[in-house]
Protein backbone atom coordinates (compact mmCIF):
# COMPACT_ATOMS: atom_id res chain seq x y z
CA UNK A 1 0.00 0.00 0.00
CA UNK A 2 0.78 3.72 -0.05
CA UNK A 3 2.13 3.89 -3.15
CA UNK A 4 2.18 7.42 -5.06
CA UNK A 5 3.07 7.40 -8.59
CA UNK A 6 4.78 10.28 -10.64
CA UNK A 7 4.17 11.14 -14.50
CA UNK A 8 6.13 11.80 -16.31
CA UNK A 9 9.15 10.03 -15.15
CA UNK A 10 11.83 12.52 -17.63
CA UNK A 11 11.32 15.64 -20.11
CA UNK A 12 13.15 17.67 -22.32
CA UNK A 13 11.43 20.28 -23.53
CA UNK A 14 13.04 23.75 -25.09
CA UNK A 15 13.24 27.06 -23.40
CA UNK A 16 10.25 29.53 -22.76
CA UNK A 17 7.67 26.37 -22.87
CA UNK A 18 5.37 25.04 -19.95
CA UNK A 19 5.68 21.72 -18.38
CA UNK A 20 3.33 19.56 -16.09
CA UNK A 21 3.89 17.14 -13.66
CA UNK A 22 1.32 14.55 -12.14
CA UNK A 23 1.62 13.11 -8.95
CA UNK A 24 -1.17 10.62 -7.95
CA UNK A 25 -1.66 8.90 -4.67
CA UNK A 26 -2.74 5.25 -6.29
CA UNK A 27 -4.48 3.47 -3.20
CA UNK A 28 -4.61 5.94 -0.63
CA UNK A 29 -6.57 9.68 -0.19
CA UNK A 30 -4.15 12.41 0.10
CA UNK A 31 -5.66 15.89 1.13
CA UNK A 32 -2.13 17.42 1.57
CA UNK A 33 0.67 16.50 -1.10
CA UNK A 34 4.16 17.85 -1.05
CA UNK A 35 6.62 19.03 -3.98
CA UNK A 36 10.46 19.44 -3.31
CA UNK A 37 12.99 19.56 -5.88
CA UNK A 38 16.65 18.10 -5.59
CA UNK A 39 19.63 18.89 -7.40
CA UNK A 40 22.50 16.34 -7.38
CA UNK A 41 24.08 15.28 -4.63
CA UNK A 42 21.85 17.60 -2.97
CA UNK A 43 19.02 17.10 -0.20
CA UNK A 44 15.40 17.73 -1.31
CA UNK A 45 14.16 21.02 -1.20
CA UNK A 46 10.43 21.74 -0.54
CA UNK A 47 8.79 24.05 -2.82
CA UNK A 48 5.15 24.21 -1.62
CA UNK A 49 2.27 22.21 0.36
CA UNK A 50 -0.74 21.30 -1.69
CA UNK A 51 -3.80 21.48 -0.21
CA UNK A 52 -6.94 19.72 -1.61
CA UNK A 53 -9.64 22.23 -2.83
CA UNK A 54 -7.41 25.25 -1.77
CA UNK A 55 -4.08 27.47 -2.93
CA UNK A 56 -1.09 25.99 -2.52
CA UNK A 57 0.95 27.11 0.19
CA UNK A 58 4.78 27.76 -1.34
CA UNK A 59 8.16 28.40 0.76
CA UNK A 60 9.85 31.36 0.85
CA UNK A 61 12.10 31.86 -2.51
CA UNK A 62 9.60 29.91 -4.99
CA UNK A 63 7.95 31.49 -7.40
CA UNK A 64 4.03 30.66 -7.28
CA UNK A 65 3.09 32.20 -10.79
CA UNK A 66 6.10 30.26 -12.05
CA UNK A 67 5.27 27.08 -10.26
CA UNK A 68 1.59 26.25 -10.73
CA UNK A 69 -0.04 23.75 -8.24
CA UNK A 70 -3.05 22.75 -9.07
CA UNK A 71 -4.81 19.95 -6.23
CA UNK A 72 -7.60 18.51 -8.22
CA UNK A 73 -8.92 15.84 -5.99
CA UNK A 74 -7.70 13.74 -3.01
CA UNK A 75 -5.56 11.54 -5.47
CA UNK A 76 -4.30 14.06 -7.93
CA UNK A 77 -1.95 16.76 -7.56
CA UNK A 78 -0.14 19.00 -10.53
CA UNK A 79 2.78 21.11 -11.00
CA UNK A 80 3.72 22.92 -13.79
CA UNK A 81 6.73 24.39 -14.83
CA UNK A 82 5.74 27.69 -16.62
CA UNK A 83 8.08 29.51 -19.30
CA UNK A 84 10.92 26.95 -17.98
CA UNK A 85 14.43 28.27 -18.69
CA UNK A 86 17.80 25.99 -18.18
CA UNK A 87 17.83 26.73 -14.35
CA UNK A 88 14.81 25.08 -14.02
CA UNK A 89 16.52 21.81 -14.53
CA UNK A 90 16.12 19.43 -11.65
CA UNK A 91 14.64 16.56 -10.33
CA UNK A 92 11.11 16.77 -8.82
CA UNK A 93 9.54 14.85 -6.51
CA UNK A 94 6.38 14.95 -4.75
CA UNK A 95 5.22 12.92 -1.69
CA UNK A 96 1.95 12.37 -0.15
CA UNK A 97 0.79 10.95 3.36
CA UNK A 98 -2.45 8.32 4.02
CA UNK A 99 -5.41 10.09 5.75
CA UNK A 100 -6.57 6.99 7.48
CA UNK A 101 -5.84 6.33 10.87
CA UNK A 102 -4.14 3.28 10.47
CA UNK A 103 -1.35 4.89 8.65
CA UNK A 104 1.99 6.48 10.96
CA UNK A 105 1.17 9.96 11.41
CA UNK A 106 3.36 12.39 9.37
CA UNK A 107 4.68 9.42 7.32
CA UNK A 108 5.40 10.68 3.65
CA UNK A 109 5.62 8.69 0.62
CA UNK A 110 7.26 9.70 -2.25
CA UNK A 111 6.88 9.40 -5.94
CA UNK A 112 9.56 8.16 -8.13
CA UNK A 113 10.15 12.01 -9.33
CA UNK A 114 10.19 13.36 -12.77
CA UNK A 115 13.93 14.46 -14.38
CA UNK A 116 13.22 17.82 -16.24
CA UNK A 117 15.90 19.19 -18.53
CA UNK A 118 15.41 22.57 -20.34
CA UNK A 119 17.22 23.31 -23.38
CA UNK B 1 22.52 26.52 12.53
CA UNK B 2 20.40 24.03 10.45
CA UNK B 3 17.68 22.62 12.16
CA UNK B 4 18.78 19.50 11.03
CA UNK B 5 22.20 18.13 10.88
CA UNK B 6 23.57 15.24 8.51
CA UNK B 7 26.97 14.25 7.60
CA UNK B 8 26.80 14.15 3.78
CA UNK B 9 29.53 11.61 3.72
CA UNK B 10 30.50 9.46 1.40
CA UNK B 11 30.69 7.17 3.86
CA UNK B 12 32.22 3.71 2.76
CA UNK B 13 32.27 0.03 4.41
CA UNK B 14 33.41 -3.71 2.80
CA UNK B 15 29.92 -6.13 2.73
CA UNK B 16 28.87 -7.42 6.16
CA UNK B 17 29.88 -4.29 8.39
CA UNK B 18 27.89 -2.68 10.71
CA UNK B 19 26.80 0.99 9.65
CA UNK B 20 25.93 3.85 11.47
CA UNK B 21 24.01 6.50 10.62
CA UNK B 22 23.10 9.91 12.39
CA UNK B 23 21.21 13.20 12.36
CA UNK B 24 21.46 16.35 15.13
CA UNK B 25 18.95 18.02 15.59
CA UNK B 26 18.01 21.62 17.30
CA UNK B 27 14.43 21.76 17.71
CA UNK B 28 13.10 20.18 21.04
CA UNK B 29 9.22 19.75 19.30
CA UNK B 30 10.47 17.18 16.89
CA UNK B 31 8.52 13.72 17.81
CA UNK B 32 8.06 12.04 15.19
CA UNK B 33 11.82 10.67 13.14
CA UNK B 34 11.79 9.02 9.51
CA UNK B 35 14.87 7.39 8.11
CA UNK B 36 14.65 7.30 4.19
CA UNK B 37 16.85 5.52 1.42
CA UNK B 38 17.06 7.17 -1.89
CA UNK B 39 18.79 5.50 -5.04
CA UNK B 40 20.07 7.39 -7.52
CA UNK B 41 17.68 9.41 -9.91
CA UNK B 42 14.55 7.79 -7.67
CA UNK B 43 12.36 9.17 -4.93
CA UNK B 44 13.08 8.28 -1.61
CA UNK B 45 11.71 5.36 0.31
CA UNK B 46 10.43 5.05 3.51
CA UNK B 47 12.79 2.51 5.69
CA UNK B 48 11.77 2.87 9.29
CA UNK B 49 9.85 5.50 11.39
CA UNK B 50 9.92 6.39 15.39
CA UNK B 51 7.91 8.14 17.70
CA UNK B 52 9.48 9.64 20.73
CA UNK B 53 12.95 8.31 22.41
CA UNK B 54 13.64 4.80 22.08
CA UNK B 55 14.94 1.53 19.54
CA UNK B 56 13.02 -0.12 16.30
CA UNK B 57 14.11 -2.91 14.58
CA UNK B 58 13.13 -4.23 11.52
CA UNK B 59 15.59 -6.92 9.92
CA UNK B 60 18.67 -5.55 9.65
CA UNK B 61 18.26 -1.78 10.36
CA UNK B 62 17.29 -0.54 13.84
CA UNK B 63 16.41 3.36 14.56
CA UNK B 64 17.40 4.69 17.77
CA UNK B 65 16.18 7.95 18.82
CA UNK B 66 17.73 9.94 21.89
CA UNK B 67 15.45 13.02 22.46
CA UNK B 68 18.03 14.15 25.51
CA UNK B 69 20.31 14.02 22.88
CA UNK B 70 18.52 15.32 19.98
CA UNK B 71 20.17 12.78 18.07
CA UNK B 72 18.88 10.17 16.14
CA UNK B 73 20.83 6.90 14.47
CA UNK B 74 20.61 4.46 11.64
CA UNK B 75 22.47 0.93 12.26
CA UNK B 76 22.41 -1.52 9.52
CA UNK B 77 23.47 -4.61 9.98
CA UNK B 78 25.51 -6.90 7.85
CA UNK B 79 25.69 -4.88 5.52
CA UNK B 80 25.04 -5.37 1.28
CA UNK B 81 26.30 -3.86 -1.81
CA UNK B 82 22.12 -3.24 -2.57
CA UNK B 83 21.81 -0.71 1.13
CA UNK B 84 24.02 1.38 -1.29
CA UNK B 85 22.27 4.99 -1.70
CA UNK B 86 21.92 7.68 0.25
CA UNK B 87 20.11 8.03 3.63
CA UNK B 88 17.82 10.89 4.95
CA UNK B 89 17.08 11.44 8.17
CA UNK B 90 13.64 13.46 8.56
CA UNK B 91 11.58 14.78 11.42
CA UNK B 92 8.26 16.19 12.50
CA UNK B 93 6.54 17.98 15.42
CA UNK B 94 3.18 16.58 15.33
CA UNK B 95 0.97 14.03 14.62
CA UNK B 96 -1.91 14.78 11.68
CA UNK B 97 -1.72 12.11 9.82
CA UNK B 98 0.48 12.93 6.96
CA UNK B 99 -0.08 16.24 6.60
CA UNK B 100 2.67 18.36 8.04
CA UNK B 101 6.03 19.39 6.39
CA UNK B 102 8.96 17.09 7.29
CA UNK B 103 11.97 19.13 8.44
CA UNK B 104 14.88 16.61 6.13
CA UNK B 105 19.03 16.10 6.60
CA UNK B 106 21.03 16.42 3.94
CA UNK B 107 21.18 12.92 3.40
CA UNK B 108 24.45 10.32 3.83
CA UNK B 109 25.67 8.71 0.82
CA UNK B 110 26.78 4.95 1.61
CA UNK B 111 28.49 2.80 -0.68
CA UNK B 112 29.38 -1.07 0.24
CA UNK B 113 31.91 -2.47 -1.60
CA UNK B 114 32.60 -5.90 -2.32
Partial sequence: GAVVSQHPSWVICKSGTSVKIECRSLDFQATTMFWYRQFPKQSLMLMATSNEGSKATYEQGVEKDKFLINHASLTLSTLTVTSAHPEDSSFYICSAGPRTSGAPADTQYFGPGTRLTVL | ?114
Wanted: hydrophobic share 30%; charged share 20%.
Fill in chain 2, 1 to 114: QKEVEQDPGPLSVPEGAIVSLNCTYSNSAFQYFMWYRQYSRKGPELLMYTYSSGNKEDGRFTAQVDKSSKYISLFIRDSQPSDSATYLCAMSPSFTGGGNKLTFGTGTQLKVEL
